[in-house]
């Protein structure tokens, strides 16, 4: 008896050991893929790149560059939030893998890694460092560079610089935007960074547990014919006009493409005054909105206003992706919007309030990061991380009428 009492207690210390490692342990939330566990080879780069900087590549696609230094991707690097939030979660090498992908925008060179899950490089000092390049981010040639040649959608074997055609620009894409969550310590979908995987591919459910990029069918994405919206234009100023596309890649952070990826709709419930319902639907994106980080959400909220438009009650609702971080990773729930599918949400009123109503609002604001992570990470932002896509007034009549 007290062989097997010594046996059991030995057996939950080591499981409360095991427990308290897992809640402080560092947090590898995603697999390492081959597609991004090396920043992009440049040392084969025609020499038509020059410096590889941007502004190099917009002396003669000029239009391209100007709609690129107003992209998220300009900013990929030095964004203040991505800045706080890296550090936050530990500077993982990794991170520049997407956010900076040259090896020339690194400090180290990646020379092999420590453990197989590759979250532990061996580094080295970076003599080609080069630290203007750093803060462009997602450049020109992060995209259009692999393997000393220069990839775009028309092949050329022009005097200016030959380009490799590629069949679909999502093969771009999905090198950073198709991250992959199969470990024996995960039990969600997909984790942050994955849009892709939220992308349907014929039926009901979404993508799961992507480890390979070589699983996807670029062409049935959609990730350039929405983000990179067509144009016909020149590539270069004096020349032919053929079909490009615009790099702008407008997302969440674009009030008006926000807008246009949902549809909204409120009404009184069977003519009382005291049930209202809100109905918001994806109409616009192939993934569920809000992507990206989970602390990404929507807010509805329905409130009563009095005959002077002051404040009587209010309701909410928040649509987010709910995860458990520790000491393994579980999705909890999802509220967010798959493509397609109407949510709707009701509202009832009652009391005090209910018998001052004149007005009855709708608002919907779209939120980029929680209040509680912002105070987490010490990060005060100089701009609004939510804002306002929808609202609608119902007028109630005079409550005194009745």
């Known amino acids: ?30 697999v390492v893929a081959p597609a991004f566990e090396r920043p992009v080879d440049t040392s084969a780069a025609p020499a ?8 190099t590549c917009g002396e003669c696609h000029a239009a391209f560059y100007e709609e690129w230094r107003t992209s998220m991707h300009s900013q ?23 956010h900076t992908p040259l090896d020339r925008q690194q400090e180290h060179r990646v020379l092999g890694f420590r453990d197989d899950e590759k979250w532990d490089p061996i580094l080295a000092p970076n003599p080609d460092f080069d630290p203007g390049l750093q803060h462009q981010g997602v450049t020109c040639a992060a995209c259009h560079l692999r393997e000393g040649r220069i990839l775009g959608p028309y092949g050329s074997e ?11 620009g999502n ?31 014929g039926g009901d459910e979404p993508t799961t547990r992507i480890g390979d990029i070589q699983e996807v069918d670029p062409a049935t994405l959609g990730c350039v014919e929405c983000h990179m919206p067509a144009v016909e234009r020149p590539l270069v100023a004096g020349g032919e ?71 009587l009650a209010e309701e909410e609702r928040v649509l987010k992706r709910t995860v458990m971080w520790r000491p393994f990773i579980v999705d909890l729930w999802d509220t967010r919007l798959p493509p397609g599918r109407p949510r709707s949400e009701e509202f009832k009123f009652s009391g005090a309030a209910l018998d001052r109503a004149w007005t009855a609002e709708a608002v919907v604001r779209y939120g980029l990061v929680e209040e509680a992570r912002l105070k987490r990470i010490g990060y005060q932002s100089e701009e609004p991380t939510t804002y306002e896509i929808y609202r609608k007034r119902l007028p109630l009549g005079d409550p005194r009428a009745g």
Not at 7 to 23: E, P, S
Not at 48 to 55: C, F, Q, R, S, Y
Not at 83 to 97: L, R
Not at 172 to 200: S, Y
């Open 171 to 201: 093969q771009v894409c999905i090198q950073c935007h198709l991250v992959g969550g199969e470990r024996w310590d995960t039990f969600f979908r997909f984790p942050p960074c994955g849009t892709v995987a939220e992308i349907r591919t």
């Open 1 to 30: 008896m007290k062989r097997k009492t010594l046996i059991l207690g030995v057996g939950l210390l080591a499981l409360a050991a095991f427990l308290g490692w897992r809640f402080v342990r560092p947090l590898n939330i995603f």
């Open 241 to 311: 006009p053929r079909l490009t596309r615009q790099h702008l890649w407008r997302g969440g952070h674009d009030l008006e493409m926000v807008r246009k990826a949902v549809e909204i709709g409120f009404e009184r419930m069977s003519g009382k005054s005291d049930r209202y319902r809100l109905t918001i639907t994806n109409v616009g994106a192939a993934h569920y909105v809000p992507t990206g980080t989970p602390d990404r959400h929507f807010v509805l909220s329905v409130r009563l206003l009095d005959q002077d438009g002051a404040l």
């Open 76 to 98: 990929a690097w030095t964004d203040p939030y991505f800045q706080a939030d890296w550090q936050f979660d530990g500077s993982q090498q990794v991170c520049k893998n997407c």
């Open 158 to 168: 022009s005097d200016a610089h030959p380009v490799r055609q590629i069949s679909s």
């Open 48 to 55: 038509v790149l020059g410096d590889l900087k941007a502004e």
